[in-house]
């Protein structure tokens, strides 16, 4: 086994992991991310890793591709074909407004009107043939929408997810006078009811599969071109990877891949250090993401929204994403209040200390000037700006307005931000019934680990989680993903009138899909792991709950049981008098590669004890206790199984650590650090 290598590309950086297994090598790049083509920084990362790519086994690669084209809609041209009278539906969505108060807004579809065409056919809701299909109006529909220079093609039908036979059909005939590969029919994508978010997510899929398409083949030419032998692997928003040469088929599902990886290597890490549940908590240059880990598992949803009127329904990690990274910009709004973010200065000119152009100030500016950075140990600074310049603008664009002086004006930006990031772990957790008390934090990203004791001490948090390299942990994340093909299947019948076998059939039918997708991948795995859930309501009601499904041949009385814990945990209501409707049938197929040590991922030779680590001290300035001298540790050369207390300010190549005054911290085998967090 030679080189195995994962690749994360961010909105500032791209990070690169390698690992060689057999002789305990590690790797490791931290490069800016180059945004016009993101297989430049790709390169460039591996380069500057030394990897050999003529000795490398596995590259896998997470990608924000997809993420961008449509934040940006930077995507395909697409025609839509869907039934007669339904052109308008995927427009019309569910009657929801850009804003919430006032006729404000704008909403502009993925695909306009003039592109959606219709053509007669038309199932009821039981999957009968209520009109034929029209096989020439399929056909005159492709020739139109390819003659308007479309360059993907979506096929829609009502009631597909339940009988997708006309769908099929549909597919065989564009395919004759289509003059690609890039058409996607609904139910390929999601066998599941509600035609607005099933339609929503083929069209997201046919937009950007050539734009993955062609980036994908671009890269791996290059990567071909120097050596590498193997097929790229892709993060999927899942958690799973998948290889390069199918990815394109199911575009969508690399939408957020970015953070799941970072969410999958959480809990990598936090199994391997003993702490199964956590929160995480990903702080980086221009966003910052949260999730929840429960017993080492990622939650898992199907209910993105990337932005208005783009619901994503296929399975992804389910994190909550803010515009709070360290390039957010501090600004005075138009109501005279102090603002950070959602507005970034990026990888270019990003924050005013990287000296690269930017002239506003950033929460990376506010930790410089508190001394919560090292002015000659940020990365990737191209031209040094004094530290001067940082604090006068400062305090030109937040200090003079406010009546603040300049360090009271950086701590209030960060205050700002720590409380839009602490709302956004709210969200993931108190928000959905779990208490954060319960639970680590588990922080990391480049910005991660400043800011985390003081979201732990807002929430009541009792400890901290940093992995060894917070700053390409996502990287981390894709080296020991592993394959995952994910399945949904639409029943929607109450359980008193299930079919004995029914939900066996689905299942084993949804098994052996993901099996043949696994074998397809071409990736040597150790085991396959199956994971089957389903989506059960009461009778009557609109609201889904997710209960585990531990045996396929569950019968109708063990899903009523579980589906009523599961209700009263949510809710602590018991309603036996209403009947439970089974309404779709989830199976996660997972292909285990083979696991990997992290006890090397600091690679410096530990020193004799904490004093010996230390690298000197400064003036930082906390929360709690304002400015204090704090010694300066080289984190990498901390020894194993010690403990010391803060304050402290622990420095390595990829981030910054802020012990705060209070808490103590203990570096475990792996090199992680476990912080106890004081309540004051």
Not at 155 to 173: D, G, M
Not at 552 to 571: M, N
Request: hydrophobic content about 40%.
């Amino acid at each position: 086994m030679g080189w195995i290598v994962g690749i994360d590309v961010g909105g500032t950086f791209t990070d690169l992991i390698g690992i060689e297994p057999q002789l305990g090598k590690v790797a490791l790049a931290k490069v800016p991310t180059t945004l016009d083509n993101q297989a430049f920084g790709v390169l460039a990362a591996l380069e500057k890793g030394g990897i050999a790519l003529a000795e490398t086994d596995t590259i896998v690669h997470g990608t924000t591709t997809t993420t961008n084209a449509l934040l940006e809609r930077k995507v395909a041209k697409i025609g839509l074909i869907t039934t007669k009278g339904f052109r308008d539906s995927l427009e019309l969505g569910r009657r929801t407004r850009p804003t919430p108060y006032g006729l404000t807004g704008r909403f502009e579809p993925l695909v306009p009107r003039q592109w959606r065409l219709e053509v007669p056919e038309r199932m009821d809701a039981d999957g009968d043939v209520v009109i034929a299909l029209d096989e020439a109006a399929v056909r005159a529909a492709a020739e139109q929408l390819k003659a308007a220079g479309c360059e993907a093609l979506v096929i829609h039908f009502l009631h597909s997810y339940i009988n997708p036979s006309h769908e099929k059909r549909a597919l065989e005939i564009a395919a004759e006078v289509w003059p690609n590969r890039y058409i996607t029919a609904g139910h390929q994508l999601l066998s599941e009811y509600r035609e607005y978010e099933r339609g929503t997510t083929a069209c997201v899929n046919a937009s950007v599969q050539p734009v993955l398409h062609r980036y994908i083949e671009r890269l791996n030419g290059e990567l071909k071109s120097k050596g590498f032998g193997r097929d790229l692997l892709v993060m999927q928003g899942n958690g799973g990877t998948i290889a390069a040469g199918i990815v394109a088929e199911t575009a969508v599902n690399t939408v957020m891949s970015g953070p799941a990886s970072g969410v999958m290597a959480a809990a990598y890490t936090a199994r391997a250090a003993g702490l199964p549940n956590v929160i995480t908590y990903d702080m980086g240059g221009t966003s910052s993401d949260v999730g929840l880990i429960q017993d080492g598992v990622p939650q898992v949803s199907s209910e993105l929204e990337l932005e208005y009127a783009m619901p994503i329904h296929v399975p992804m990690v389910d994190v909550h994403t803010i515009g709070a990274g360290g390039g957010s910009i501090a600004f005075i709004n138009e109501a005279g209040m102090l603002q950070v973010g959602p507005e970034s200065a990026g990888a270019r000119p990003g924050p005013i200390c990287y000296g690269r152009g930017g002239t506003r100030p950033t929460i990376t500016d506010a930790n410089l000037v508190l001394g919560r950075l090292n002015p000659d140990g940020l990365l990737a600074v191209d031209s040094k700006v004094s530290l001067q310049d940082v604090k006068d603008a400062i305090d030109r664009d937040v200090g003079k307005p406010l009546g603040l002086k300049t360090d009271e004006a950086a701590a209030a930006i960060l205050r700002i931000a720590n409380d839009k990031m602490a709302g956004a772990i709210r969200m993931v957790s108190l928000s959905r019934g779990h208490d954060p008390r319960d639970f680590a934090l588990f922080a990391f990203g480049g910005a991660g680990p400043l800011h985390s004791a003081a979201l732990a001490r807002e929430l009541g948090i009792p400890k901290l989680l940093i992995p060894a390299r917070p700053g390409i942990t996502n990287a981390l994340g894709c080296v020991v993903a592993d394959l995952r093909h994910d399945y949904v299947k639409t029943v929607n019948k109450p359980l008193s009138v299930l079919e004995d076998g029914l939900v066996e059939t689905v299942l084993a039918e949804q098994v052996a899909e993901g099996r043949a997708t696994v074998e397809r991948d071409g990736v040597a795995v150790e085991e396959i792991q199956v994971l089957h859930t389903a989506d059960m309501q009461f009778q009557g009601q609109s609201h889904l709950l997710t209960v585990a499904v531990s045996d396929p041949k569950i019968s109708r009385d063990a899903l009523q049981k579980a589906f009523e814990e599961a209700y009263w945990q949510r809710f602590e209501v018991e309603l036996p008098e209403i009947r439970a409707v089974l309404v779709n049938l989830h199976t996660a197929v997972i292909g285990r590669r083979p696991r990997l040590s992290l006890d090397r991922l600091l690679s410096a030779e530990p020193a004799r004890d904490v004093a010996d680590a230390k690298k000197g001290s400064r003036q930082v300035w906390y929360e709690a206790g304002g400015w204090q001298e704090t010694p300066v540790y080289d984190r990498e050369r901390l020894p194993r199984d010690v403990s010391f207390a803060g304050p402290a300010i622990l420095e390595q190549l990829d981030t910054t650590v802020v012990i705060d005054p209070g808490n103590s911290v203990t570096v475990d085998k792996l090199g992680n650090l476990i912080v106890s967090v004081s309540a004051e």
